[in-house]
């Protein structure tokens, strides 16, 4: 897109806004390994703000016992019915089986929006510290593993914690959202913005993941040192 300057000649293509984003509200989003506390959460959260969301799991059973339990609509699949009926799908599983849920649900993510909150951690006597996967970080494993899929990365600095507390009204952090993509990282921009007190600001391609899912690691020990759930603001935007 151009704009025209007073004399109705062509300038420089016109700036989009970066706050400007699609309305979400209408999309289905699927958690993958939504029976564990990070999806619990998302899930939660995400129907709490009227987002249709079905939780996965290995077993239908499971997922469904948990969406039960939460409310709010929430509907429970096994992993592979989650992917094939969301428009987004969260993958929330734990780094041990990521590489091999993504292999097995490649088809049923084809074409799907697929947002990866995963952080490879190790943890020993020091506390948690950064793993480094091979593709260089989780998201990029994720987008090896799916070519058909449009993968982004976002929601790894969140406390579960704070997510599945009923109590709380709003959650005061931003969101990194990274990919390839800007009409994908917008899509997921406003769906974290759809959460009260969430922002979602894009953070660069997927190439620049494994400094956000590490950055958890620090997270986790500003947690332990004073005894918090703590969350990130990016300032000045
Ligand atoms: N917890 C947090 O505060 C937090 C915050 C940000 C990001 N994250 C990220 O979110 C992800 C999930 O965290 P979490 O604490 O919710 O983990 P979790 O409770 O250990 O696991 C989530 C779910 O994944 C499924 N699962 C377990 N092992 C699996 C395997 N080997 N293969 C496939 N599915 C498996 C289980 O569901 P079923 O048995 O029902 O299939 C489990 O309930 C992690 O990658 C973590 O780095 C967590």
Excluded at 64 to 88: H, K, V, W, Y
Excluded at 91 to 114: C, F, I, M, N, Q
Excluded at 139 to 155: E, G, H, I
Aim: charged share 25%; glycine share 10%; hydrophobic share 45%.
């Amino acid at each position: 897109m151009t704009s025209t300057d007073n004399a109705g000649n062509a300038s420089k293509p016109a700036v989009k806004d970066p706050w400007e984003l699609p309305d979400v509200s209408g999309l289905v989003v699927g958690v993958l390994g939504g029976t564990g506390d990070q999806g619990r959460g998302l899930a939660y959260r995400l129907a709490r703000a009227g987002q249709k969301v079905i939780i996965g799991s290995r077993a239908a059973e499971r997922a469904q016992a948990a969406a039960d339990e939460l409310g709010l609509g929430i509907e429970g699949a096994d992993n592979a019915e989650c992917a094939r009926r969301s428009d987004i799908v969260i993958v929330a599983v734990p780094w041990d089986g990521h590489a091999k849920t993504l292999e097995s649900l490649r088809e049923e993510l084809s074409g799907k929006l697929v947002v990866d909150c995963v952080n490879p951690l190790g943890f020993d006597k020091q506390g948690a510290y950064a793993l480094k996967p091979e593709e260089g970080s989780a998201a990029q494993q994720a987008a090896a593993l799916l070519p058909d899929s449009r993968v982004t990365a976002a929601f790894h600095h969140l406390s579960a914690v704070l997510l599945q507390d009923a109590s709380i009204e709003e959650i005061d952090t931003d969101v990194m959202v990274l990919g390839e993509v800007r009409a994908d990282t917008d899509l997921v921009q406003a769906l974290a913005g759809r959460i009260p007190g969430m922002r979602g600001v894009f953070a660069g391609r997927l190439r620049n993941a494994h400094q956000v899912e590490s950055l958890v690691a620090n997270l986790i020990s500003v947690n332990r040192r004073y005894k918090a759930h703590a969350g990130l603001r990016v300032t000045d935007v």
